[in-house]
């Protein structure tokens, strides 16, 4: 804006200057001066652009800090952090630091908007890495589009990204992908006969459009599939679930929920002498669930679109180096602090090759371009196209070892078709 009205004086001023030249030869000042203001300054488009100045780019982070979901979203945000924090130590984007600035839903939608709004309005960022989980991103959808915000979503949903919507992506793979790993692994590796299939879950749209996945891939293998039982995301017992997969003589147990229920769950289930498989997802692929449930994660598997912290791998060394670098006494990092990690990883490829005219729709433009962006095994290489969003259909599964206190890799990166 100020150039435009460093336009605005010039022309009063030659229009004063000139009065008595003849009109054509005015005009004609007027427009090599327009020219030489325009072209000559470097700042005109990061002037005008959402979240981006001379020196600084600001993102945005909607996560729940204090509610139920706060055991995985707390990871998300220190993840973040600590990945910018390094970055902006070793120089910036650009020759910009970036600013993170994180937002509490605590898991709920009317909180969720309040912050989309703040950051996008009063805070004026570029992006934001996740609107919160599943319901929260997809209220938030028309809002999304109308003010051209790109979002690098953090929930697990196919939803996201199915059909595609031009400024919503996601950073790996999506519960479609990984229940068909799951499936997979049962009917083929594990060659299960009689199997029966059962899904656990919050009542939540995540949960329950991985369901509708379940039942597609069950009418496929021919598996039968019994039900879902619902079990809130604060449970701190799992009986009344329990009993009703024991009566149903449910073989494999498939839980679509964090870390906190799935152990209700496994305990539950060992104060009752029932002993089916249980399969997880990112959410307790971490060493809590190992450490806290002890025996009764001794049939548990889980699948993940990432690394762990004991995997050996250069991303998760680099990870490590870094993060132990700003707290030397943190715990091992649980999978969503590096699910955060690859998002912001993702982000700063896309700032970076955007250059010095970033704005929304360039930072857009350029993940569009990104083919094939080598994790260093901290994830499957991520690429994303205008007609995918999504970056990448990559798992692998994990068995809980009781003795190490981990997940144990069983299957190497499985791209789900």
């Known amino acids: 804006m100020y150039f435009l009205n460093v336009v605005v004086n010039h022309v009063v001023y030659l229009r004063k200057r000139f009065k008595m030249m003849r009109k054509s030869r005015v005009y004609l000042m007027l427009v090599f001066t327009l020219v030489f203001l325009i072209g000559s300054s470097n700042l005109l488009f990061a002037s005008d652009a959402r979240g981006v100045s001379g020196n600084q780019v600001i993102i945005g982070l909607i996560a729940d800090q204090t509610g139920p979901a706060a055991q995985l979203m707390m990871p998300y945000a220190a993840g973040a952090r600590a990945y910018f ?4 130590d070793t120089g910036g984007v650009n020759d910009r630091k970036i600013k993170l600035l ?37 209220a938030l959808f028309s809002q999304i589009e109308k003010n051209k915000v790109p979002v690098i979503s953090l929930s697990w949903s196919w939803t996201m990204t199915d059909p595609v919507q031009r400024y919503v992506f996601t950073a790996t793979n999506d519960n479609k992908d990984e229940i068909k790993v799951m499936m997979e692994y049962i009917v083929k590796i594990m060659k299960a006969k009689d199997a029966r299939i059962a899904l656990v879950g919050p009542d939540v749209e995540y949960a329950k459009s991985g369901y509708r996945v379940l039942e597609e891939k069950a009418k496929e293998y021919n598996v039968v599939l019994v039900g879902r039982e619902i079990l809130a995301m604060d449970a ?23 870390d906190g229920p799935t152990l209700a769950l496994l305990k539950s289930a060992k104060r009752l002498n029932y002993w089916p498989i249980f399969f997880d997802s990112i959410h307790a692929i971490g060493n809590r669930v190992i ?25 998760i060394s680099e990870l490590k180096k870094i993060a132990l670098k700003y707290d030397p006494k943190m715990a091992p990092a649980e999978s969503y602090f590096i699910k955060a990690w690859i998002t912001s990883k993702i982000a700063h ?28 095994g ?16 990559y798992s692998r599964m994990g068995k809980a070892d009781l003795k ?3 997940f144990v890799p069983v299957t190497d990166w499985i791209e789900a078709k």
């Open 85 to 88: 924090r390094h970055i902006n």
């Open 102 to 138: 994180v937002e509490d839903d605590r898991y709920s939608i009317p909180m969720a908007v309040a912050a989309f709004k703040k950051l996008v309005f009063k805070d004026k960022v570029l992006a934001i890495l996740g609107c919160g989980g599943t319901g929260q991103n997809t």
């Open 349 to 376: 490829e896309a700032i970076k090759r955007a250059g010095k005219n970033l704005t929304p729709d360039s930072f857009v433009d350029t993940l569009e371009t990104i083919k094939n962006l080598d994790m260093k």
């Open 291 to 315: 450490e806290a449930g002890g025996e009764t994660a001794k049939n548990l598997y889980a699948t993940s679109p990432i690394a762990s912290w004991f995997n050996d791998t250069v991303g």
């Open 404 to 406: 190490k206190g981990y």
């Open 378 to 393: 901290l994830t499957g290489p991520v690429s994303y196209s205008p007609t995918n969003h999504k970056g990448n259909s």
């Open 236 to 258: 701190l017992d799992a009986t009344t679930q329990v009993l009703t997969l024991k009566k149903q003589n449910v073989t494999h147990v498939i839980t679509i929920t964090i």
